[in-house]
């Protein structure tokens, strides 16, 4: 290609460039290539342009390249000690709930619910007792439903009826009115283990609903309960079942008619261990009138006296 030919290819291309982008379009090339001149080679006149490419370049960090750049700030650590632990309530002070009793078959469960009962029907509150126990038909609180409704608590069965012969597993309709009534104490004597405690599942809706207290009556002299990996699986197989959380325990280690001061305080000493464990706070001790006299002060948990309303004499 000839000079002129180069001048009139590079005319032609000046020209498409003014009407483009402008009269100053040739201008501001010539601007551009300066600019890249001297930044590649330097001059007298800046000689920080060489001092600029003389050096490694550092590269950039890309945003996603840093892992921390969105990350929250540290939670601040926890404060030293133990985990926190649930709180006992008391009884008579606490709002109108629904706590349900449940333990080992032989445990003193169903004597514990009858007790309470009676504990809170004395002190002016209204109380319903409703038994769920279809697993062992030897001690039912409705077999003592004459007794409970003289003290004005009212008696609800699983089935129609307070007879004691009969078992029926359905649940009655009549179980559900008192948990909707935020002014009545609800207590629920469930079955001796896992499948009995399947009679919750029905209503389970219902006690979330309410709010609920699940308390496990621990025997320290049953076979099954007399050691803590004996009590914590009790205690998970029926939170597996039902789908509900235990919020506390009960100690009731008792020889029914012969239990001493000391069979009471070796219960504690086995629910104590449980309660570390499991961070459920001790609700009650419980032992006849007598041997409550005799325990120390600094037991933990509530008091709770029992009448043994659910044994005849002879036992």
Partial sequence: MTGRMKASSRNAHLSRLR???????????????????SYAGGSAGNPQANVWLSGPRRPRKAIHDDPTRFRSPPSPSPPPGPAPRATRKDTMT??????????????GKTEVAVSLALHLAAAGRRVALADLDVVNPSF???????????????IISSSPGHGAAIDLPAISA?????????????????GGDNVGARALTALASDIVQRGYDL????????????????????????????????????SNTHAIHDTTAQDVLNGCDLTRQVSELT????????ATPVVLRDLPEDLPGERLPLGLVMRDEWM
Avoid: W
């Fill in 215 to 250: 308390l496990l009556v621990v025997n320290a002299y049953r076979p099954d309960t007399n050691t803590v990996d004996g009590v914590v699986g009790h205690l998970h197989a029926i939170e597996l079942t039902t789908g509900l959380r235990f919020t506390g325990l009960i």
């Fill in 94 to 107: 606490a709002p109108s709930t629904v706590r349900i009793i449940a333990g080992h078959s032989g445990s």
């Fill in 19 to 37: 009407c483009r982008n402008g009269p100053d379009a040739e201008q501001k090339g010539r601007d551009r290539r300066r600019r890249r001149h």
């Fill in 279 to 286: 961070g459920l706070p001790v609700q009650y001790v419980t």
């Fill in 140 to 154: 039912r609180s409705r077999e003592r439903a004459a007794l409970m409704e003289a003290r004005s608590i009212r």
């Fill in 174 to 190: 009549e179980v559900r009115g008192p948990l909707h009534d935020p002014a009545v104490d609800v207590i629920l004597d469930v």
